[in-house]
């Protein structure tokens, strides 16, 4: 119990993050930097590794928490298909990085309520836990494995439009 709550206080903290991989962008938007000469460099560079960064390492990153959330559902939500997992989780994960672009503390919130509704369950229900029944299902993932790819597409797309209206926000205001 206290490795799955430390693991879950880390990875929802991770996850609500809106700038993941610790882009400063807005003190680069604002500040700039200057040359020697005292002319400021061009933040153009800057903001397309930014978005070539969420374009090919998110996908990564996407994938790991899709499947972290998929795996505690698989362990501990024994009522649900393996389809209805996939969705929800997914739909989670999509759903905590948009708000992440709204709220940060919404963006946590949200990220750590199912690890957590699941751990009460699992401590409230003492036969929950089935290996038998979890070995059986592990056999069902195989044939949704052709649907994560369309979950990573979407995903990615979410993620670039709104690093891109965050963005264009940050240079209007």
Same mark, same amino acid.
């Not at 089935?130 to 990573?152: C, M, Q, W, Y």
């Given at each position: 119990?206290?490795v799955?709550g430390?693991f879950?206080?880390?990875?929802y903290?991770?996850?609500?993050?809106?700038?993941?991989?610790?882009?400063?962008?807005e003190?680069?938007?604002?500040?700039?930097?200057?040359?020697?000469?005292?002319?400021?460099?061009?933040? @153009? &560079?800057?903001?397309?590794?930014?978005?070539a960064?969420k374009i090919? /390492?998110?996908? /990564?990153?996407?994938?790991?928490?899709?499947?972290a959330y998929s795996?505690f559902?698989?362990?501990?939500?024994?009522?649900?298909?393996?389809?209805? /997992?996939?969705?929800?989780?997914?739909?989670?994960?999509?759903a905590?990085?948009?708000?992440?672009?709204?709220?940060?503390?919404? @963006?946590?919130?949200?990220?750590?309520?199912?690890?957590?509704?699941?751990l009460?369950?699992?401590?409230?229900? &003492?036969?929950f836990?089935?290996?038998g029944?979890?070995?059986?299902?592990?056999?069902?993932?195989?044939?949704?494995?052709?649907?994560?790819p369309?979950?990573?597409?979407?995903?990615?797309?979410?993620?670039?439009?709104?690093?891109?209206?965050?963005?264009?926000?940050?240079q209007?205001?």
């Amino acid at each position: 119990m206290v490795v799955y709550g430390i693991f879950i206080f880390h990875f929802y903290r991770f996850l609500a993050k809106r700038n993941i991989l610790s882009y400063d962008i807005e003190r680069r938007l604002r500040g700039g930097k200057l040359k020697s000469s005292g002319e400021k460099i061009s933040a @153009a &560079p800057r903001i397309a590794a930014y978005i070539a960064t969420k374009i090919f /390492i998110f996908p /990564i990153i996407i994938f790991l928490w899709f499947l972290a959330y998929s795996l505690f559902m698989l362990f501990l939500a024994q009522d649900l298909s393996i389809k209805t /997992i996939f969705l929800v989780s997914s739909s989670l994960v999509i759903a905590i990085r948009i708000t992440a672009y709204y709220n940060e503390d919404l @963006a946590r919130d949200i990220a750590k309520l199912l690890p957590l509704i699941l751990l009460g369950i699992f401590l409230l229900s &003492p036969t929950f836990f089935d290996v038998g029944e979890i070995k059986s299902r592990l056999t069902e993932v195989p044939n949704f494995l052709v649907h994560i790819p369309a979950f990573i597409l979407v995903a990615i797309m979410v993620e670039t439009s709104l690093s891109i209206l965050y963005i264009i926000k940050l240079q209007i205001l």
